[in-house]
């Protein structure tokens, strides 16, 4: 979890093809590590129970403590404000300024200049809200 | 009128920018990530290298030889081993080591019983158990020749193995095995 923690930048929405195979080779991996050379149902049920209790636990942990929430899910991150770019967080969550701006065109917004503040999401998903003077177009 | 306990006030605690919009951004948290980021990333480097090179079994810094002072036995084996992952231990034997056309050799218990052995080439004519261990008869034309003995630990730890010609002193040896 760590792993993916740290070696994926971007998650849910914005997954690149590549981030795609990493995500399940990094399961193929793991499972062959605990699975070894015993393929019993034991095995198997135990291991479930396990990753499930692993899960439970962690979401409790989760739900107590922001710190911990913020470990494992971490913050959301301003990419852009009224000021400008925000480059040290663009550049060290490697977003570009185009993914930016595709995002702001499903919104409907023409340009750079028709965003109010562009957020990445904990998820990894870009929020971005326009200038109250550009409204998103109709769908 | 009732209360209903579990219905509290709405109160926002996401900070905000510019006391516009809450997007609840904390980036000091977000500079000591970076820097435990930065940290991580050099100890997967680190590990890689440290693979690479045999730190964890199957590489350059794992490899061992031992011999006895003539050379009439050399073994070639594994000091860092890798649980249940097979690996090769060869023991190849000087002009010294044969006699009558053979080659005894006396293996301790922990070769078979903590590293595993599967199986041994050529097939040892004679396989007696005793002394701790089990001692083998390989017919051998004559020198070099070299006797394998296919190894796979079932389960970590730090073992001590001996290997003794017969009549001669034995190369005891420690294997770490790792996870």
Redesign the interface.
Same mark, same amino acid.
């Given at each position: 979890m760590l792993v993916e923690r740290i070696v994926e930048q971007r998650l849910g929405k914005q997954l690149t093809p590549f981030e795609f195979v990493l995500i399940f080779y990094l399961g193929g991996l793991t499972l062959t590590g605990m699975v070894g050379i015993e393929a019993s149902m034991v095995n198997g049920v135990c291991q479930i129970l396990t990753l499930a209790l692993c899960h439970r636990t962690l979401s409790m942990l989760r739900f107590r403590s922001d710190r911990v929430m913020k470990v494992l899910d971490g913050v959301p991150l301003i990419l852009m404000e009224a000021r400008g770019w925000r480059t040290d967080t663009l550049r060290r969550m490697m977003v570009q300024d185009d993914d930016v701006m595709n995002v702001a065109r499903e919104q409907g917004i023409r340009d750079l200049s028709g965003i109010r503040i562009a957020v990445l999401e904990t998820f990894g998903q870009i929020a971005v809200i326009p200038k109250p003077q550009h409204p998103p177009r109709d769908a | 009128m009732t209360r209903e306990s579990f219905l509290n006030p709405v109160e926002d605690s996401v900070p905000k920018?510019?006391d516009e919009?809450a997007?609840?951004?904390?980036?000091d948290?977000?500079r000591r *990530?970076?820097r435990f980021?930065k940290l991580? *990333?050099t100890v997967f480097l680190i590990v890689i290298v440290c693979d690479l090179a045999g730190l964890f079994g199957r590489g350059w810094l794992a490899k061992a030889e031992a011999s006895t002072p003539d050379r009439a036995l050399i073994v070639d084996y594994e000091r860092i081993e890798r649980a249940?992952t097979p690996s090769t231990m060869t023991l190849r034997f000087g002009p010294a080591a044969i006699r009558n056309g053979h080659v005894q050799f006396h293996v301790s218990d922990a070769v078979v019983r903590d590293l595993g052995a599967q199986r041994i080439a050529p097939q040892p004519s004679t396989s007696t158990p005793g002394r701790g261990g089990i001692s083998y008869v390989v017919p051998v034309t004559a020198a070099p020749a070299a006797v394998q003995i296919q190894l796979q630990p079932a389960a970590p730890g730090r073992y001590t193995f001996k290997i003794q010609l017969a009549d001669a002193a034995p190369i005891t040896r420690r294997v770490l095995v790792l996870p």
């Open positions: - | 920018v510019d919009i997007v609840g951004e904390d980036l948290f977000q *990530w970076w980021e991580v *990333w249940n």
